[in-house]
Structure formats: C-alpha cells, structure tokens
C-alpha cells in the first residue's frame, strides 16, 4: 500500500511540475494566454495565409488586432508598408530593432 501511495504522490508532482512548466511562459509577453505576443517571424507567419513571403493588407486587416481598432491598423500597415507596394514583407513586418546605447 505504502509503494501505491508512494508512486501516486511522484506522478502527482510529477504532473504539478509539467503543469507549471507549461504555464510559465504564458501570460503577459510569453506565449499562449491572453495577451501574449509571439515573435515577429511567428506572427508574419501566421497573418501570411497563403504563404507567399508576403502579408497582404486583407490578411492584415483580418487579424484579432486589426478587428479591435481598424483605424489603428490601417494607418499601422501604411507606417510599415515602406515601398507603398500594398503588401508588407519580413523587413517592413518586423519592427526596427534598437541599437545598443
């Protein structure tokens, strides 16, 4: 009975410790949850829905932000849009990277 109780208590901990583990990058600035931002190259990836190296400004415009304020969007994508050509790629997506002060 005690090696039953035994395993019982190391798998349940066990599975405290997974759960944990999967919790901790979620939420505000990890991934998944509410709130969460991916990287840049992740998010390009999954607004480029036909998978052409380019994001549309449909696409744009279809994603949860872009629903929430399409004003903001609309003028985000024409900011991003460098060469005025109606599609963003990689370099104009991603935003500037910051150099070091």
């Known amino acids: 009975m005690k090696k039953i109780a035994t395993i019982l ?12 583990a999967d ?3 979620k939420g505000k600035g990890g991934k ?16 480029d829905k036909n998978s052409d190296g380019k994001v549309s400004k449909e696409e744009y415009m279809a994603s ?3 629903k ?3 004003a ?3 003028e985000s994508f024409k900011k991003r849009d460098k060469n005025s050509d109606g599609s ?3 370099a104009e997506f991603a935003p500037a990277k910051k150099k070091a002060a």
């Open 32 to 47: 998944g949850g509410k709130g969460a931002k991916m990287n840049p190259e992740e998010a390009f990836k999954k607004l």
């Open 23 to 25: 919790g901790a990058g």
């Open 88 to 90: 963003l790629d990689m």
């Open 64 to 66: 949860p932000q872009a």
């Open 72 to 74: 903001k969007a609309e």
């Open 9 to 20: 208590a190391v798998l349940a901990l066990g599975g405290l410790t997974l759960n944990a």
């Open 68 to 70: 929430k304020d399409s």
